[in-house]
């Protein structure tokens, strides 16, 4: 007899087809009912999805509830958090994954008592590799989900031993058959005889038989369920019919019976669609919002957060409230559903204004710092204070952006600086001024808008002041050039005959980069392909110009293609509709640097197809090298069968997730691909795809080519409908930012590779304070001057606060979350040597883990792994 581990919860999707408000509404009264349920009935205990922010959902129209939910948490009778939301593990950030349980784990405790410390994640589309090593960041061991797992391939049991990339495990226990394997609905509960015999002792069989286990988990709950009305009599019921043993429990008893258990061990992602789908394609549906997530968890990361560290080192009081509240809204983009793009249009309408609302608070926050530092330092309007936010030396070109009455300005030969880009803003007449006197009327002077280019070589963590004076002449600027390439000492890329060569280090690559067009038949779950359809390039057919100055050169190359309208018009064959798609490709160089940029605008007029970047490397590799969260991976293609739907419910495609770098290497050489917000390869022979967009007019569609069967999305179930998604289809701008990197042999390894990363996702910031435009920082115009405190230290022009090597990644600086006036700072290891950093114990540093609990720990950082310390500011 096996003993069935029973655990009822719900999960809970905060939106999908339906929006968040929706499911604040379900919440109002189901929760009320779980809440009622379990005072009743002390014996039984219920599970609320492993996500804080449903929680705050509900105590914000029940305010009155908090009470009840901490003393039934006390009690252990119901189970919350540790994530914030339910996380997708493939798109975002490691740093995103992590503070999404670092703050649902302090949410719960600060507001509901210990949250349950499992990485509980019941209906997410996949996991990265690297997952166990961020959940042991926090303290967390245990691991739950249902999708990704293939017991032929991976290991043969529903529990193991999952570990990451350098060797940190959890305990892993899946449910293949769905975190409704053990559902009892009122139907069941009405007919258990026929449930227990059709459905939960099948359940429990498969368990059993794969991994020979004589105690499985047996989840009961489905999307929006309410609690089981008296579970423990409703049990004994079961038990009458059951051959099994079918105990009331909890996630954390039962994992804590595999710590006995000699258990299989697992190394890899988990993203085999075996028993469930996991979408293998989802990555690159609304790509707009995969893009906008990169962007905005670079701004909180890159540019917020060690802004107000500075700010703290500057004295400039601010709060760290603000920028938790900026953390959720991003958590609230990052559901699988949200993340992925598995909406209605009706939700992508909230996802965007989610967006709005957290740029709009990190530009502000920003904005407050950047002002009133420049107010403490008393900087005029031609002074221009440029940030280096990474905690090590900066060498290299940032852009600033300035006010000026002028374009006839200078600034020190040291800078080399020149104009990128130029914007003329006439006179204005009769513009009101509120002055001592009261309201004047003048005439507003015309300005010039420009974006500068200045060579920077910067202390870590602080700024300086960049001086520049009115002239006589314009200062150098980017002009028109003759000629089809752009090079520098060690980099050179032509444009000849309408294909691209990048020679770099000794090596040449021809063909290096081309867009393929394809048909999308499938839906905002997967791309599938269209029958009869086929992959085809579009030529680079326009028209080639080269920019330059000092040691910027750029190659702009503007053209249209011409491709089918629609689905239909790439069935009709010569009868097709084709549309005019506009492109804009903008590659640039400079002196210091190895990789080219790239700018891609592309003006989609096109329906349901997919648009992706090819990358010839001339590469023989078996294996891409990919950038992953928190480390590298080797992926390989894997051999798909044509009865590949005999063990796969949707097609095992041999398309993979990175995270910000992947490319194809050997012994001599290597060729790379940088992406902001792109996610997806595929691995072609010697090239790489690189998945730009996959457009749909669908929520969820049946009987496509790569994934037969039902439609994703319920819209084929009973009493549902089909579900147009026209925002989906991303017509419009579409702007693509990616690098390319093209190392020599010695350059291959994944130091040199960390130090490219480092290097590239650098970002420049910088202010100036003026009276032209209050706009171009949106709260300069709320923003009045202040007095200081006259105590206060003197800030100088040149302040650097904190100096590190360069040899790993900082996965995030920020202000403490537990202790004042300290900062926290994580580091990430992405190669696959241990690297020694026990000089920062002299810098007054100690070891925390990511909830800033103090832990015996070495100064070292493990391959593929982060470390964690703070110190006093």
Request: aromatic letters at 10%.
């Amino acid at each position: 007899m096996v003993k069935a581990y029973f655990v009822n919860h719900t999960h809970w999707d905060r939106e999908w087809y339906f929006t968040t408000q929706d499911a604040q509404v379900l919440s109002d009264q189901l929760f009320t009912q779980v809440l009622d349920e379990l005072e009743d009935h002390p014996e039984a205990n219920f599970t609320l999805d492993g996500q804080m922010s449903i929680v705050d959902d509900y105590v914000e129209i029940h305010p009155e509830a908090k009470e009840r939910i901490h003393r039934l948490v006390n009690r252990k009778q119901l189970f919350i958090g540790p994530w914030y939301t339910q996380t997708d593990a493939m798109t975002p950030s490691a740093e995103s994954i992590l503070r999404n349980i670092i703050i649902g784990i302090l949410d719960a405790r600060e507001n509901f008592g210990e949250p349950m410390m499992l990485g509980y994640l019941p209906d997410t589309f996949g996991f990265n590799a690297n997952l166990p090593m961020l959940l042991n960041q926090v303290g967390i061991h245990d691991f739950l989900s249902w999708r990704g797992t293939n017991f032929k391939r991976q290991t043969k049991s529903v529990y193991f031993k999952w570990k990451a990339l350098g060797g940190k495990a959890v305990f892993a226990a899946n449910f293949p058959l769905g975190y409704y394997t053990g559902q009892i609905d009122l139907k069941s509960k009405q007919n258990l005889k026929e449930f227990v015999k059709n459905r939960l002792d099948k359940g429990i069989e498969f368990e059993a038989n794969h991994g020979d286990n004589q105690e499985v988990l047996i989840p009961s709950g489905i999307d929006q369920m309410n609690i089981i009305h008296d579970i423990s009599k409703t049990l004994n019921k079961v038990n009458e019919y059951s051959d099994n043993d079918v105990v009331i429990s909890n996630y954390p008893e039962f994992m804590a019976t595999l710590r006995n258990k000699k258990l299989p061990e697992y190394q890899g992602e988990l993203r085999y669609p075996t028993y469930s789908r996991i979408h293998r394609t989802i990555t690159s549906v609304r790509s707009r919002n995969k893009r906008k997530n990169f962007q905005l968890e670079q701004m909180v990361t890159k540019r917020l957060e060690p802004l107000m560290v500075i700010a703290k080192y500057a004295q400039i009081p601010i709060s760290n409230g603000i920028v938790v509240k900026l953390w959720k809204l991003l958590f609230d983009l990052q559901p699988h559903d949200t993340m992925g793009g598995s909406v209605t249009d009706n939700v992508a309408v909230d996802i965007n204004q989610r967006f709005k609302q957290a740029f709009e608070i990190a530009e502000g926050v920003e904005n407050y710092i950047k002002k009133r530092l420049a107010q403490r330092i008393g900087l005029t309007d031609h002074d221009v204070i440029v940030f280096n936010t990474d905690p090590y030396k900066f060498s290299g070109r940032k852009i600033v952006e300035i006010i000026s009455r002028t374009d006839q300005i200078k600034f020190p030969n040291k800078y080399h600086a020149v104009i990128i880009k130029k914007e003329k803003v006439p006179t204005r007449p009769h513009i009101m001024q509120l002055t001592p006197n009261g309201f004047e009327f003048k005439d507003e002077p015309g300005y010039f808008k420009l974006q500068i280019s200045l060579q920077m070589d910067m202390q870590g963590l602080g700024y300086q002041v960049v001086h520049f004076e009115d002239s006589t002449s314009i200062l150098s600027t980017l002009e028109n050039n003759t000629g089809n390439t752009i090079t520098n000492k060690d980099v050179s890329l032509s444009f000849i005959d309408g294909k691209f060569t990048l020679t770099a280090n000794g090596n040449s690559f021809d063909d290096v980069i081309s867009i393929y067009d394809q048909a999308n038949d499938g839906d905002t779950y997967d791309y599938s392909p269209l029958a009869g359809d086929e992959e085809k390039r579009l030529p680079w057919n326009g028209t080639v110009q080269k920019f330059n100055c000092d040691d910027i050169e750029q190659l702009q190359l503007i053209g249209v293609w011409q491709v089918p309208y629609s689905l239909d018009d790439r069935k009709s064959g010569s009868n097709q509709k084709l549309v005019s798609v506009n492109y804009n490709l903008i590659l640039s160089l400079t002196n210091n640097t190895d990789v080219v940029s790239a700018k891609l605008k592309i003006d989609n007029q096109a329906l349901s197809h997919r648009l992706r970047l090819r990358i010839k490397t001339g590469i023989t590799s078996d294996y891409a090298h990919a950038q992953i969260q928190g480390g590298f991976r080797k992926t390989k293609n894997e051999a798909i069968s044509d009865n590949w739907n005999d063990e796969f419910v949707e097609k095992p495609v041999n398309i993979y997730i990175f995270d910000r770098l992947v490319g194809l290497r050997d012994k001599e050489k290597g060729l790379y691909f940088l992406g902001t917000g792109q996610k997806e390869y595929e691995k072609v022979d010697d090239c790489l795809f690189i998945t730009l967009i996959a457009t749909t007019g669908q929520l969820g569609k049946p009987n496509l080519l790569w994934r037969p069967g039902r439609a994703s999305g319920d819209t084929t179930s009973v009493g549902h409908i089909m579900m147009p998604t026209p925002m989906a289809q991303e017509l419009g701008e579409n702007e693509f930012n990616f690098g390319i990197y093209a190392p020599s042999k010695k350059d291959t390894s994944e130091e040199r590779l960390t130090e490219i990363i480092r290097k590239w996702y650098s970002t420049a910031v910088s202010y100036q304070k003026q009276e032209y435009n209050l706009f171009v920082n949106r709260l300069d115009n709320k923003l009045w001057d202040i007095e200081f405190d006259k105590n206060l230290s003197k800030l100088k022009l040149n302040e650097s606060w904190l100096n590190i090597k360069d040899n790993l990644e900082v996965s995030a600086l920020y202000a403490s979350y537990t202790a004042k006036d300290n900062l926290v700072l994580r580091l990430s290891n992405l190669t696959n040597q241990t690297v020694d950093v026990s000089y920062l114990k002299e810098q007054g540093f100690r070891v925390v883990n990511g909830l800033e609990e103090a832990i015996k720990q070495d100064f070292s950082v493990p391959p593929y792994d982060m470390l964690t310390i703070m110190k006093h500011i």
